[in-house]
């Protein structure tokens, strides 16, 4: 009997022994986390990258973060690393993202990155400004030597033009009489025309003034649906959020670090990119310089040519127009049968337009029809954003209790309860959009 009580004592002290031991070991890794600080140089082309963004995470969470200085250097500590796999991304709005992925980061250790260029530098700008300045003036000398051999030509033709327009004369006079006639009819004909072309537009701003009623209920229905999407996917976020910190019994803000450091990065990235646009903006002032020479010099060719242009034609115009101005005179008489033409038309476009006045006060009287119905939704609208504002109270003040970190137990049922609310005020808004839809399609 005493025998087997002193093997039970040792079988007893045996696991207790063993039980100290792996709980030991558990404690020791644990303990395996540590500080470090790593460094990132960052350059392009041998020169250092002012004001780039060093992101360093690990699977989704973010580690670390800073910006590059003068040097291109970023010094980034990590107070809490266990030497697992972490991703080092680069980014710097002038150049493209550099990424070093599944590496277990040492303390003390640099990491170089050498950036691709995404735009032209300020250098290359200026450059490439030159060039063009230079075959611009070269353009400019060779205008101003055609300008001066167009100037010439137009003499001349001047001189020709004059002996033509004499020739002309005789059949002007008997043009105008047909042209008195045909003009006649014709007044005619546009009188006719204008009412037709009144009552069309009178017609047009009836349908434009429907159409803007349609328009303006579906472009709020839209703004509404996508801002009530917006704020869904906010109140998911915040809930994920809540739901981690019932479980760990805090809410944790890991995003201050990194958010900080871009702010920094954009910073420095803005100075970047105003020093490029400063240098772009010298450029296209010397070209705008250099093009208003040019432009100046093929104004005047351009004058001169068309000068001469004009007094040659001028010149071939009076030789041929004895012969136009009796084809001219046909031409009246057939442009007068014609207006009596075009008046049979307009009075048959009047009668199409009052079929089109009527069409739009139907069509004015459903869309006003519209805009009634849609301001009762929005009446409907008004109680379910109050009820959702009200939710919004309820739950700003759970998520304080929250952060607290007490009784999560009871602020968990809270919170179903609370969703459960927000599910039901979800089901009463899809129903009022739905009702939204079906009014906009039937007027439509």
Same mark, same amino acid.
């Given at each position: 009997m005493k025998k087997s009580f002193i093997f039970a004592s040792l079988l007893l002290c045996s696991s207790t022994v063993f039980a100290s031991y792996t709980e030991t070991t558990v404690v020791i890794e644990k303990s395996e986390k540590e500080a470090i600080t790593i460094t990132i140089n960052v350059s392009s082309a041998g020169k250092p990258v002012k004001g780039a963004l060093v992101r360093i995470t690990s699977g989704t969470l973010s580690i670390g973060a800073g910006s590059t200085n003068e040097l291109g250097v970023a010094t980034i500590a990590i107070?809490?690393?266990?030497?697992?796999?972490a991703q080092i991304e680069v980014s710097h709005s002038l150049y493209k993202t550099q990424k070093f992925p599944e590496v277990v980061l040492e303390n003390g250790k640099a990491y170089t990155f050498i950036l691709k260029s995404k735009a032209e530098s300020a250098e290359e700008i200026t450059s490439e400004s030159q060039e063009k300045v230079t075959k611009i003036e070269e353009k400019t000398v060779k205008s101003e030597e055609k300008a001066t051999s167009y100037e010439k030509e137009a003499e001349q033709h001047v001189a020709e033009k004059e002996e033509?327009?004499?020739?002309?004369?005789?059949?002007?006079?008997?043009?105008?009489?047909?042209?008195?006639?045909?003009?006649?009819?014709r007044k005619a004909a546009e009188l006719k025309q204008a009412e037709v072309d009144k009552q069309k537009t009178s017609n047009q701003k009836e349908l434009e003034e429907a159409q803007k009623i349609k328009d303006a209920n579906a472009t709020k229905l839209a703004e509404d649906t996508k801002r009530r999407e917006e704020e869904a996917k906010q109140r998911a976020a915040e809930a994920d959020e809540r739901e981690k910190a019932l479980q760990s019994g805090t809410l944790v803000d890991s995003k201050a670090a990194e958010e900080k450091a871009k702010a920094e990065a954009a910073e420095k990235q803005k100075e970047q990119q105003k020093q490029a646009s400063e240098a772009e903006k010298k450029a296209k002032e010397a070209e705008q310089k250099a093009k208003e020479a040019k432009e100046s010099a093929e104004d005047k060719e351009k004058a001169a040519k068309e000068k001469a242009e004009k007094e040659k034609e001028a010149l071939k115009e009076e030789e041929k127009k004895a012969e136009k101005e009796e084809e001219a *005179? +046909? =031409?009246?008489?057939?442009?007068?049968?014609?207006?009596? *033409? +075009? =008046?049979k038309e307009a009075e048959k476009e009047a009668k199409e337009a009052e079929k089109e006045a009527k069409e739009a006060a139907e069509q004015k009287a459903a869309a006003e029809a519209l805009k009634e119905k849609m301001a009762k939704f929005d009446e409907e609208q008004k109680s379910l954003d109050e009820e959702r504002s009200e939710l919004k109270k309820e739950q700003k003040k759970l998520d304080d209790k929250i952060k607290k970190g007490k009784k999560l137990d009871k602020l968990k049922e809270a919170q179903e309860k609370l969703d459960e609310k927000n599910k039901k005020l979800d089901e009463k808004q899809e129903k009022l959009d739905d009702k939204r839809k079906k009014a906009l399609k039937k007027a439509n």
């Open positions: 107070p809490s690393y266990a030497k697992q796999l033509a327009v004499k020739s002309a004369e005789q059949m002007r006079k008997e043009k105008e009489e047909a042209q008195r006639i045909a003009e006649e009819k *005179k +046909k =031409e009246a008489e057939k442009e007068a049968k014609e207006a009596e *033409k +075009k =008046e």
